[in-house]
């Protein structure tokens, strides 16, 4: 569609700046030339002179309005065709309920589509010429140390010339809960170097057919050591409980699952210690691109991540088993909450067991502790009242 655009442009253009002025330039031109020519041929009659400059004079006048006419035809065929392209592009950019953005090589908005608004209710001042994070709103989402390292992994990966998706929370402006969004960026290139990224994002919608007549569902998972997509199978383990819990709990569910599967890749089966998970954020490492170059060893590139996914009537329920050794998490389910911030602010990680703690109602691990099992019930206080 925009090829025909560019080519419809580029046909107008060359009619316009080149064949209709080299038109009227033949017809300044020949006229002139022929009167001159025929007045010095000596041997022709005055008479038969004029006739015949008459002649010629009509015959260009009528050669220059057929001229005319199709120039005049092909210029509204090119315009027509443009119009029509226009028309097409106006309905999907402004008629769609698709985010389209535009950021300058530095990340930075430089141009939108309405949908901005009318899904975020935010005005043009207020996300023009900011970075993406600021349209998308995460200011609480983000103190999420694992969520926040997610996004930033994200962007890393545009700037290197690669597409890359997101599914994260957005808050929305006017009810300040949260919305799952899916995001995707694809980087622009000009004589070799980032010239922008065009981002598209939409607000992912709740199945109304699910969340009316499914009842049960169970699933069995095998996962690889993929760090980089936990995210998006977060978002599949979790996108059949919207209806039976609120956005706000589905989202944290989300990012507690997170914890839970990026904690059994690392820690499990990488057999990265909590002391070198430390040494590596104290040293401002890249900790993702450490975990994929781990990923690679032969120790361990067959290890896998099993996740049971469990929907009832009452409740969901996941357990994860990973290959690893396990861990001792009685020692950090006992340690104090003071104890945990003061952790994390020493070590820069260490808070995910009590979010996933906070966001499920029951967590149990196995003995070895390379296996949990967590629960969440669509109605805790009928739940306690049973018990």
């Known amino acids: 569609m925009i090829d025909n655009i560019k080519e419809s442009l580029k046909k107008t253009d060359t009619l316009i700046i080149r064949k209709i002025p080299a038109a009227f330039l033949l017809f300044i031109i020949i006229p002139p030339l022929s009167f001159i020519f025929m007045l010095m041929i000596e041997d ?82 207020e996300i023009m010429g900011k970075p993406l994070r600021d349209v998308f709103n995460q200011a609480q989402i983000e103190d999420i140390p694992r969520l926040r390292q997610m996004l930033l992994d994200r962007f890393k990966e545009v700037f290197q010339g690669n597409e890359a998706e997101i599914i994260s929370p957005v808050r929305l402006k006017d009810t300040g809960h ?62 059949n409980l919207d209806g039976k819990l609120d956005t706000n709990q589905v989202l944290f569910i989300q990012i507690a699952l997170q914890e839970v599967l990026i904690n059994a890749i690392e820690h499990g089966n990488l057999e990265i210690s909590f002391k070198k998970k430390t040494e590596l954020k104290q040293k401002n490492k890249n900790y993702t691109e450490y975990l994929l170059n781990a990923c690679s060893d032969d120790m361990v590139r067959n290890r896998r991540v099993y996740i049971d996914y469990i929907l009832e009537p009452d409740r969901v329920t996941y357990r994860v088993k990973d290959d690893g050794k396990g861990f001792e998490w009685n020692k950090f389910l006992s340690q104090a909450s003071n104890e945990l911030e003061c952790n994390l602010l020493n070590t820069l990680h260490g808070i995910g067991l009590q979010i996933i703690i906070n966001a499920f109602d029951e967590t149990l691990f196995n003995e070895a502790g390379n296996e949990v099992t967590l629960v969440k019930y669509f109605n805790r206080e009928a739940v306690i009242k049973d018990v």
């Open 44 to 125: 022709i009659e005055r008479t038969y002179k004029i006739a015949s400059m008459a002649a010629l004079t009509l015959l260009l006048v009528l050669t220059y309005f057929i001229l005319f006419y199709y120039f005049i035809k092909k210029y509204k065929l090119a315009k027509n065709n443009i119009e029509d392209q226009i028309k097409f592009l106006d309905l999907i950019i402004n008629d769609t309920n698709e985010m389209l953005i535009l950021l300058d090589s530095f990340g930075r908005v430089v141009n939108f589509n309405p949908a901005i608004k009318k899904l975020l209710d935010l005005d043009p001042e």
């Open 178 to 239: 949260y919305q799952t969004i899916h995001i995707k960026m694809k980087p622009k290139f000009k004589q070799g170097e980032l010239d922008s990224i065009f981002v598209s994002a939409r607000m992912i919608q709740s199945d109304y057919i699910t969340n009316s007549w499914l009842i049960n569902e169970k699933c069995f998972y095998v996962m690889s050591n993929d760090v980089m997509n936990v995210h998006i199978f977060c978002h599949r383990l979790t996108r």
